[in-house]
């Protein structure tokens, strides 16, 4: 049986950190580091409450930057807070890197977690037809883009595709 090891997330937010062009600070390394070891996306109260001795503006400060160099998202929510998550998704050997492509969310209705749904086919939300498996069939990008033509009319060209999925997550589901 081959033992699996917790990946370091401190080591793999100092390395996300610096292939970037951000200042790898403390502040970014522990905010990133707790999004990457978070299940769900984080609002800023529950980093707050993780990192107890950060103060409110460095974390304000720390997210920003972050989301900024596309290290971590920002999810809005109905209730009006802002959730976070870095994104990651395991790659071979179990290393982890930065996700920057576009995904959707899960969000329960009930307790207001959020979670990313990482494994959303990427040809889906592809621009142009070259990323298409099958050339007689539109991405989803494609078909959105007819509907909101044919909506909106002529001229209108989407850039972002924000899909969010609402319902019980299992521990609600489960009670």
């Given at each position: 049986m081959k033992k699996t090891t917790a990946p370091d997330f401190l080591a793999l937010a100092e390395s996300q950190l610096r292939t970037t062009s951000v200042r790898a600070t403390d502040a970014r390394i522990k905010v990133l580091a707790a999004l990457l070891s978070a299940r769900y996306a984080f609002s800023h109260q529950d980093i707050q409450d993780t990192l107890v001795d950060m103060d409110r503006?460095?974390?304000?400060?720390?997210?920003?930057?972050?989301?900024?160099?596309?290290?971590?998202?920002?999810?809005?929510?109905?209730d009006r807070?802002?959730?976070?998550?870095?994104?990651?998704?395991?790659?071979?050997?179990?290393?982890?890197?930065?996700?920057?492509?576009?995904?959707?969310?899960?969000?329960?209705?009930?307790c207001a977690k959020v979670f990313c749904i990482d494994n959303i086919d990427e040809k889906l939300l592809a621009t142009d037809a070259k990323h298409n498996i099958n050339p007689s069939t539109a991405t989803l990008r494609q078909q959105l883009q007819k509907v909101l033509q044919s909506t909106l009319g002529k001229g209108f060209q989407s850039h972002e595709i924000e899909l969010t999925i609402k319902g019980l997550c299992a521990d609600c589901a489960a009670h």
């Open positions: 503006v460095t974390l304000y400060r720390a997210l920003d930057s972050l989301t900024d160099a596309g290290l971590a998202h920002k999810i809005a929510g109905d807070v802002f959730r976070y998550n870095a994104g990651t998704e395991e790659i071979a050997h179990g290393t982890h890197h930065a996700q920057q492509h576009q995904h959707g969310h899960f969000k329960c209705t009930r």
